[in-house]
C-alpha cells in the first residue's frame, strides 16, 4: 500500500526517494535558518513541528499524530487508545543527563507517534535535546546503520545496547551542518525496513 500523499505518487520506491530528496532539503533550511534553534528540545510540540517542516509538501497528515495503529514485525507501536496519553507522558519526562535523554528518546520511538517520518523526526528531535542539555550531538556518520537498526528494535525491552551506541557517536561538533544532515541522510537505509515492513493494523 502506497501512503496517499500531495505528490499523487502511487509507486513506493518512487515515493521514498522523493521523500528523501524533500526531506532533506528542508532539514537543511531548518538548520540554516535557525529555525531548530527556536525551538523549545523535548516537547511533543517540537517534534510536531519538525514533522511538519520535513514532511509538510508530501502529506496531509505532517505533524499530526497518526490515526491507525502500526506495527513492525512482530512488534506493534503504541496502540491509538493511549496514544495522545503517551505522548503527553513521555513530554514530563526528565532530560536532564545523557541516559535520561536516551530513555525519553526510546519512549518516543516506542510511541511512534506519526503515519511515516518518525526515524527522520524523532533524530532531530533527540539531537536538539542533547545540544541544549549537555552541548553535544550524535555525529550519525559514526553509527552504524545496521547496529542502529538493530538497537532500537530491542531497545523497548532493553535500552543499554543504544545509549552504548550512541554514547560512543556523540561529539560537540553542535553547529556542523554536515554533522547534522547525517541524521537525515540515507534515511531511506535507516527507515527502509519500516517503509515496507510496517503495516497498518
Do not use: C
Not at 27 to 43: C, H, I, Q, R, V
Not at 174 to 179: F, G, K, L, S, T
Amino acid at each position: 500500500m502506497v501512503l496517499e500523499n500531495k505528490l499523487n505518487i502511487t509507486d513506493q520506491v518512487e515515493l521514498a526517494r522523493q521523500e528523501e530528496r524533500i526531506s532533506k532539503i528542508r532539514a537543511k533550511e531548518m538548520f540554516e535558518t535557525g529555525y531548530l534553534n527556536t525551538l523549545e528540545p523535548g516537547t511533543f510540540e517540537t517534534l510536531q513541528k519538525i514533522h511538519q517542516y520535513l514532511f509538510e509538501e508530501i502529506y496531509e497528515f505532517s505533524g499530526n499524530l497518526r490515526k491507525v495503529n502500526i506495527a513492525k514485525g512482530n512488534f506493534r507501536f503504541t496502540p491509538l487508545t493511549y496514544l495522545e496519553e503517551a505522548v503527553k507522558n513521555i513530554e514530563k519526562m526528565p532530560q536532564s543527563t545523557y541516559e535520561e535523554i536516551i530513555e525519553k528518546y526510546v519512549e518516543m520511538n516506542i510511541a511512534h507517534p506519526f503515519r511515516e517520518g518518525n526515524g527522520r523526526s524523532t533524530r532531530i528531535w533527540l539531537d536538539l535535546m542533547l545540544k541544549k542539555e549537555l552541548n553535544v550531538v550524535v555525529d550519525w556518520n559514526k553509527v552504524n546503520k545496521t547496529d542502529y537498526l538493530l538497537a532500537m528494535e530491542r531497545s523497548p525491552i532493553k535500552d543499554i545496547e543504544i545509549k552504548e551506541l550512541l554514547k560512543q557517536s556523540l561529539t560537540d561538533k553542535i553547529e556542523d551542518r554536515e554533522v547534522y544532515m547525517k541524521g537525515i541522510d540515507n534515511s531511506y537505509l535507516y527507515e527502509g525496513y519500516l517503509l515496507f515492513k510496517t503495516d497498518e493494523l
